[in-house]
């Protein structure tokens, strides 16, 4: 067995099923839901294989600016274009 090391990103999932990152609040309008409402967490390795790895987590629906910060990081941090 070969051992890899990966960077990967922690995202959670949140009480109305979009992925979010960790910390802060909702700004949706709706204030009674915080982030703290977690239904889950995510370790998704930065890996792109056959369309598999971070190309399919993409295709998660994202709260607010999540995705767009996802692009940004990937982009300038690290060298990712998907």
């Not at 099923?17 to 700004?27: A, D, E, I, V, W």
């Not at 967490?41 to 056959?50: D, T, Y």
């Not at 790895?53 to 998660?60: D, H, K, M, V, Y």
């Amino acid at each position: 067995m070969q051992h890899i090391k990966c960077p990967a990103l922690i995202m959670i999932d949140r009480w109305d099923g979009r992925m979010g990152f960790p910390g802060g609040t909702l700004k949706e309008g709706d204030d009674s839901h915080f982030m703290s409402e977690i239904t889950g967490i995510k370790i998704v390795p930065l890996l792109q294989h056959e369309n598999k790895g971070i190309n399919r987590f993409l295709e998660n629906s994202f709260a607010g600016s999540s995705r767009d910060d996802l692009d940004v990081l990937l982009r300038e941090v690290f060298h990712l274009t998907l």
